[in-house]
């Protein structure tokens, strides 16, 4: 019988056993986007026929008696600027509306051989610029838990579709916190990777120095077992690293192991970031979670993060430089959305680009080649490297005086959908806690720890050294067997 709150383990097991199969599995969670897609907005592109026909050649697979990897089977939702051949991959950007992949991304070719199942490409924020889904072309992606709110961004439609059972499991991409904070505010898993640690080859660039790729999953250990099935060297990506993430069988058959099982283990808490505007649920929600870990076993000590401001000002310098740059191969003559209204060839530049790239975009590239401008390139892109250098000096440090650190992802939980500053400063400084992570490249791991007076999730991360996310997974199983054993599933209602 299948179950709604099924774990990825859990799913496994029970295909193996015949349960129930691929594609009874894959046909409840289909069944489940037909009844509630059109109020959450979780796809851009559901894809039901090739995720039946997929499931179908799983369970022919296992009833051969092959021995598969863990996701095999299993469907899942892929954010629409991750590549999969055939299959529209638009960006949620009417400047790729049309496009159709003749090729597959690093990662979805890593799922493919571990048998994954496609239920869809995933809602997002205009080409991953925004922070609440509410950019895109297509439609607005609405929070499971209250459709009047947002579930965050840019990866919006990924976070959405685990929390209301759309997908048992899905991808996104995080450059400033585009998985740690749908993830928060969805009341799921999301992980940002180190930087270089899951390739980046197929997937639409939007900063490509802070550009990963993540899971988001119903739980830690889920997510673990995620991360292991897309990690490897990719010797077409400059920037993939030659580390791989293996699965720790330990953590996820046996689990956290007595009464104190993060003894040893030092947290740092840059306790400034309770001086940040902060709502007064997520500073309980927070300082409840601090308690928790002190409880099993961790020490926690009080660190100071001199960078924040900088660091966020730093970020949307460089990532506005690099977006522009990387919107610039979208021209009206390569691929894409060409304007009709042209009469000659500088008509083709202009008005393809601007009748086709929305709000959010069209403001990050004027920034973005502002700053990059003759003029303006000193005081503005250099310094922002400069200061980026500093916050990952700055983390290094503080890392060597603790395991981990421990930071908000968010100062409220899930706004309202429309409600959103017009000032473009107060908007991007939601960012604040995320940033900086991002700049440095480092791992941080996006998890559940309460919810506030109105039912919504608060989200709380947790930063480690590069390519220390086994240790990011063990603390945060350790908090999740304590605290939240069972994943919620957000019930929505029309």
């Given amino acids: 019988m299948i179950r709604e709150k099924m774990t990825i383990y859990e799913i496994a097991a029970a295909l193996r056993r015949k349960d129930f199969s691929s594609r009874e599995l894959t046909q409840s969670v289909l069944d489940k986007c ?36 863990l996701l095999a089977g299993i469907p899942l939702a892929v954010k629409d600027n991750i590549a999969v051949r055939g299959i ?122 802070m550009d990963t790729v993540g899971p988001l999953t119903r739980t830690v250990r889920d997510n673990m077992i995620v991360l292991a099935a897309i990690s490897a060297w990719d010797a077409r990506d400059c920037s993939s690293a030659r580390q791989i993430f293996k699965l720790d069988e330990e953590l996820l058959k046996q689990g956290t192991s007595g009464a104190k099982p993060l003894t040893g283990i030092s947290i740092g808490w840059p306790d400034q970031c309770f001086d940040v505007d902060l709502d007064e649920d997520v500073r309980q929600g927070l300082s409840a979670a601090l308690q928790v870990f002190e409880s099993l076993g961790a020490s926690i000590r009080k660190l100071q993060i001199s960078s924040l401001n900088a660091a966020l000002s730093a970020y949307y310098i460089l990532m506005s430089a690099e977006g522009a740059s990387n ?45 990059l401008s003759e003029e303006y390139y000193e005081d503005y892109f250099v310094k922002a490297q400069r200061v ?37 400063v107060a908007l991007y400084r939601a960012d604040i806690f995320t940033t900086p992570v991002s700049l440095a490249g480092l791992p941080a791991l996006s998890l559940p720890c309460g919810k506030d007076a109105q039912g919504l999730p608060i989200g709380m991360q947790l930063v480690g050294r590069q390519f220390s996310e086994d240790l990011l997974y063990r603390v945060g199983a350790a908090y999740e067997d304590q605290h939240s054993p069972a994943f919620e599933l957000a019930e929505v209602k029309a």
């Avoid at 869809?120 to 209250?146: A, I, V």
């Avoid at 601007?354 to 700053?371: M, T």
């Fill in 34 to 69: 037909d009844r509630q897609e059109e109020q959450v907005g979780a796809y851009i592109t559901l894809t039901a026929e090739e995720a039946l026909r997929q499931a179908e050649q799983v369970d022919k697979l296992l009833a051969a008696g092959a021995e598969l990897p």
């Fill in 88 to 209: 529209p991959c638009t960006a949620a950007s009417k400047m790729l509306e049309t496009f159709r992949p003749p090729y597959n991304a690093f990662v979805w070719e890593e799922l493919l051989q571990a048998n994954a199942v496609l239920a869809g490409k995933s809602n997002m924020d205009e080409f991953g610029m925004g922070f609440s889904t509410e950019s895109s072309y297509f439609k607005t992606t609405r929070n499971p838990h209250d459709l009047s709110r947002i579930p965050g961004g840019s990866s919006g439609g990924s976070a959405a579709a685990v929390a209301s059972g759309e997908a048992i499991y899905a991808l996104g991409t995080d450059t400033g916190g585009s998985i740690r904070q749908p993830a928060a505010h969805c009341g799921v898993v999301g992980l940002r990777p180190s930087y270089g640690l899951v390739s980046r080859r197929g997937v639409c660039a939007l900063a490509s120095s």
């Fill in 388 to 424: 980026r250098t500093l916050v990952i000096r700055e983390f290094a440090e503080l890392l060597e005086d603790c395991d981990l650190l421990f930071m908000p992802v968010s100062m409220s939980t899930a706004g309202k959908i429309g409600a959103a500053p017009e000032d473009p």
């Fill in 327 to 371: 919107m610039g191969r979208f021209d009206g003559i390569h691929y894409g959305y060409r304007s009709p209204h042209v009469e000659k060839l500088e008509d083709v530049y202009i008005n393809s680009r601007s009748e086709a790239f929305g709000y959010e975009v069209k403001r990050r590239i004027l920034l973005g080649n502002f700053a």
